[in-house]
């Protein structure tokens, strides 16, 4: 039975890209192993968002090949974001790699590795768009094993985006926006929740755009929001929550459903990159600064204690200092719980790559270090105010940190540590927040009265 390790670069959907590449290959009698170690086959699904991304994998790469070299014939391939922009160009330059897969092309990853390992085919290179791919992400490890088994699972809703926005990579990476149908979604779920799931978070590129072109709006519900209903429908599911969606995606249908349907977590992952006006519309994100402002009060109107985390770019071609204040001050503003911060990276191909007043790397460093510090400070303070709290959490599992204590998220998406047992394992508990750390809370769900 061959041996097989994927190491997995990027974001949540190259997670479940890599979970359904697994389960594929288990289903064809391959075995997945946690170490690269004593591996047959190893997978390196990547990411290209930023320059570092890229460069880790092919560091890994090249490490790997060296090593692989000496020792015994493995298989070693690339798949995901970096293998669908650079293709044969990866083979060129590292001569050992046997497979690279696009982003359309996951499915047909047990296929390929069977021929390369039966020596049928020397090297692979399958980069091409294939119709239908979007609905080939379904397979679920924790569906397979009992000792998987997963209270909170990742579906796949929809591929790729057509925001174009001047600094992304991913519409050339991950190509035109491509959904799957309500139906195909609902039954993957359905299934999850059979299998012991309680909380299900469906994934995309830009989710808030799924169905746009395919599903007509039904009384001034958006194709999303219908999506949203037909999950809620499903008997044993406790909890919904989705990412990455856009600003220009929450119209009132969206914003009216969160006080609509109670199992659609209060939480919200809602990526600005700039506060300030002038470079959102370089960066062609479609929306203002008053206008990304005013979604967050009409959500807080309708979920006071929504959670909010967003994505900041600083750095971008030509932001100033004045800009970049209007980001601070945005930040302020709306008080978000959590921020990822990104120093601007040029991407080959993106317009913003050749815009002019490309920034120092230390004026990126100097500005991503102050912004850090605020939102690190907010933060502290939004998780101070959850002490003394009752909240609801979902219990996932042991804590990966401390493994005899257990984690659970609050509807708000916050992680919550308390003293548990294994019994608490996908349950809904109440528990009273006694102590907030930096971005983790600690709750006992015995003290309350
Ligand atoms: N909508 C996607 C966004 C993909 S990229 C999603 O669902 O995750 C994730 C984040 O990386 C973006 O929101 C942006 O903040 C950041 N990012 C994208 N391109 C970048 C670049 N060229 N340089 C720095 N950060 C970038
Ligand atoms: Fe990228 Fe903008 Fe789409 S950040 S994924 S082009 S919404």
Redesign the pocket.
Known sequence: MPRVYIKTYG?QMNERDSEAVAAQLVAKGYEITPTEANADVILLNTCS??DMAEQKAINKMENLAGQTRKKRDVVLGFMGCMAQSRGQQLLDQLPDVDLVLGTQKFHRAAEYIDQLLAGKRDKIVDTAAEAGSEGTIKEHLLLGSAERKSVSAFVSIMQG?NQYCT????PYTRGEERSRTIADIVAECRKLVEGGVREITLLG??VTSFGKREIPAVDGKSAFVQLLEAVHAIDGLHRIRF??PHPKGYGDDLVEAYGRLPKLCQSAHI?L?SGSDRVLKLMHRGYTRERFVGIINKLRKVKPDIGLTT???VGFPGETEDDFEQTLSLCREVQFDNAYL????Q?RDTPAAAMPDQLAEELKEERHARILELINDIGAGRYREHVGQQMQILAEGPSRNNPSTMMGRTRCNKIVIFDGSPRHQAQLLDVKITRASLFTLHGDPAILE
């Open positions: 974001c968002v930023r985006c600094f992304c990579i991913v590129q830009i990412t990455s990526p990159q994505d900041i770019i990104f120093k601007y990276s991407r």
